[in-house]
């Protein structure tokens, strides 16, 4: 029994050799090599992002415009409820 012991203890202490220094800068800080989490947000001032903000829209079948957030592929959510509505913005 006490030579398993030994055993176990011997297979720990070599596992830890063989990982390096505890206080290296990797192991202290993980997150210092990933990008920094603004960099994967695109900012609104990017050509061609919609804002799913409401705008007017004129329905391609005709009638009233609405206030629609779009929804993409000319598909806007009307603001007042309803199915989608296929439609055109009036402002860019």
């Known amino acids: 029994m006490k030579s398993i012991a030994i055993a176990v203890l011997l297979v720990a202490i070599a596992g830890c050799a063989t990982r390096g220094p505890i206080g290296s800068a990797a192991a202290a800080a993980p997150w210092a090599s990933m990008p920094s989490a603004s960099a994967a947000i695109p ?25 629609a957030i779009p929804l993409g592929g000319n598909l806007y959510q ?9 439609g055109m913005p009036i402002s860019p």
């Open 78 to 86: 009307p603001v007042t409820g309803g199915p989608p509505v296929p």
């Open 43 to 67: 900012s609104a001032s990017q050509p061609g992002q919609d804002d799913f903000m409401p705008k007017l829209v004129i329905p391609v079948t005709g009638g009233a415009p609405v206030t």
